[in-house]
């Protein structure tokens, strides 16, 4: 069961790993469902990325329409280990959201072009 409306191909869900190990470094990330929901509230998301085997799954299951709302891109990445290792975190994580894009600038408007074109 995909969380969003569309199946995110495997090369797209690597550039969002890519696009948060880059703002990791250059420039600001949230971990976890609390923190980015906060971020996606507020409007202060460039990109939102939420695991598909996030357990129990009500703890991101709000952020697509949340993102739908305040026009943010979100993508699903299959593995919370994958999402958490590419958040530098030793542990599995829920949701990453970039706020400020650093160096990933462009890595994150050609994602967000790509999901346009999913639609």
């Known amino acids: 069961m995909s969380l969003l409306k569309?199946?995110?191909?495997?090369?797209l869900q690597e550039k969002a790993?890519?696009?948060?190990?880059i703002a990791k470094k250059t420039g600001k990330i949230?971990?976890?469902?609390?923190?980015?929901?906060?971020?996606?509230?507020?409007?202060?998301s460039?990109?939102?990325?939420?695991a598909e085997d996030s357990n129990p799954i009500e703890v991101v299951m709000h952020l697509p329409p949340l993102c739908e709302e305040k026009s943010i891109?979100?993508?699903?990445?299959?593995?919370?280990?994958e999402l958490g290792a590419a958040a530098g975190l030793?542990?599995?994580?829920?949701?990453?959201?970039?706020?400020?894009?650093?160096?990933?600038?462009?890595?994150i408007s050609e994602i967000t072009e790509r999901l346009k074109s999913l639609k």
């Open 6 to 11: 569309v199946e995110i191909p495997k090369d």
């Open 17 to 21: 790993f890519e696009a948060i190990e």
């Open 30 to 44: 949230k971990k976890g469902s609390n923190e980015v929901t906060k971020s996606v509230e507020r409007g202060t």
């Open 46 to 50: 460039k990109l939102v990325i939420v």
């Open 73 to 81: 891109p979100i993508v699903a990445v299959s593995k919370r280990e």
């Open 90 to 107: 030793q542990l599995p994580t829920a949701a990453v959201a970039i706020l400020t894009e650093g160096d990933a600038k462009n890595i």
